[in-house]
């Protein structure tokens, strides 16, 4: 029933290449990917007409990239959580907690910086697994259980770490400081995890499963799907990514500090939603998601470029969340 049930989920978009302009805003409409693309599109003209000598510097295209990266990589084990109707709240402080592993493990410890890094995110992963095993062992919701866990694992940090760890050392930095091809390798991993978790989650049996959790989990235990093991693998998957973005960005500074990743949350989930995850679960894609965040660090790059302030571009990014939610409901219910 399963494989049935596998072979029936395909997308029925409509053949754009010969339609009317009325079917295709109809169609952008519909597609978030194509209205992100458009969207960004859009703003990077603008930006580059307006701001030719700021936007176009090779050293701002690197800066919006490398800044894109840690919530890139966090916003693809979120797409998977959230396409199964889970979301995660703690991967801020998982982020910091990892860093501070990996940190401490250099710094204090000696260890050689590659397990060091394999430290950090298997500390993620491990925190991964606790949100996982209290959402589908205790059968807290996953709202509630992450929001709890958010407080717990800050605080963890900040009893291991007091006021963070720096300097940590040259070995260690190169993670997040060397370069390739003009950017740094916090670009690198992302691009290769997005194109990994984008293709598993679009062409894999396996996680192609999450659509039916998401979709309805009653249904989809019925059907042979094991819920609760995939629900906990997701959150794992989480975890180790956020475990993955918090080496990162203490590599990148050449630190750890306890307030990495506060608010991080925020981002990632409004990239996904913008990205075409629903809130009820079993939408939305990988592709998605990234360019919701690409088109989120275009917005703060060019509040940036024009001089607004920091609180004003937490108003902005959460102004534009409401709309995505908005607009998302308005969609539920226009389907019926």
Request: charge should be positive.
């Amino acid at each position: 029933m399963t494989d049935a049930l596998l072979r029936t989920r395909t997308a029925d978009a409509p053949r754009v290449w010969f339609a009317t302009p009325a079917r295709l805003i109809g169609f952008l409409a519909d597609s978030r990917e194509l209205t992100l693309i458009v969207l960004i599109a859009a703003l990077s003209v603008a930006m580059s007409i307006a701001y030719p000598n700021n936007f176009l510097d090779w050293y701002n295209f690197s800066a919006v990239m490398l800044n894109a990266a840690q919530t890139g990589i966090l916003v693809t084990g979120m797409m998977l959580l959230m396409i199964a109707g889970m979301f995660d709240l703690s991967i801020g402080s998982t982020l910091a907690f990892s860093g501070v592993i990996a940190g401490a493990l250099v710094a204090w410890w000696r260890v050689p910086a590659e397990f060091a890094v394999l430290g950090g995110i298997a500390a993620g992963a491990l925190f991964g697994a606790i949100n996982g095993f209290i959402v589908t062992r205790v059968r807290v919701n996953a709202l509630i259980a992450t929001l709890a866990t958010m407080a717990i694992y800050r605080g963890v940090t900040q009893l291991v770490s007091g006021t963070g760890i720096t300097p940590i050392g040259p070995s260690f930095s190169a993670y997040g400081q060397s370069m390739f091809l003009g950017l740094q390798t916090p670009f690198w991993v992302m691009l290769v995890v997005v194109v990994a978790g984008g293709w598993a989650v679009a062409r894999t049996r396996f996680f192609r499963q999450f659509y039916f959790i998401g979709g309805n989990a009653r249904a989809a235990q019925l059907s042979g799907i094991r819920v609760q093991r995939l629900t906990l693998i997701a959150f794992v998957i989480m975890g180790a990514l956020a475990g993955l973005a918090g080496v990162l960005g203490a590599a990148r500074l050449n630190s750890a500090v306890v307030t990495a990743g506060i608010g991080i949350e925020l981002s990632v989930i409004t990239a996904a939603v913008l990205g075409g995850a629903s809130l009820r679960g079993g939408e939305g894609s990988v592709l998605g998601g990234v360019l919701g965040v690409l088109f989120i660090a275009l917005v703060q790059n060019a509040l940036i470029i024009n001089g607004v302030g920091v609180f004003w571009q937490n108003i902005i990014i959460g102004s534009v969340l409401l709309l995505a939610v908005s607009l998302d409901r308005f969609k539920q219910v226009q389907r019926g």
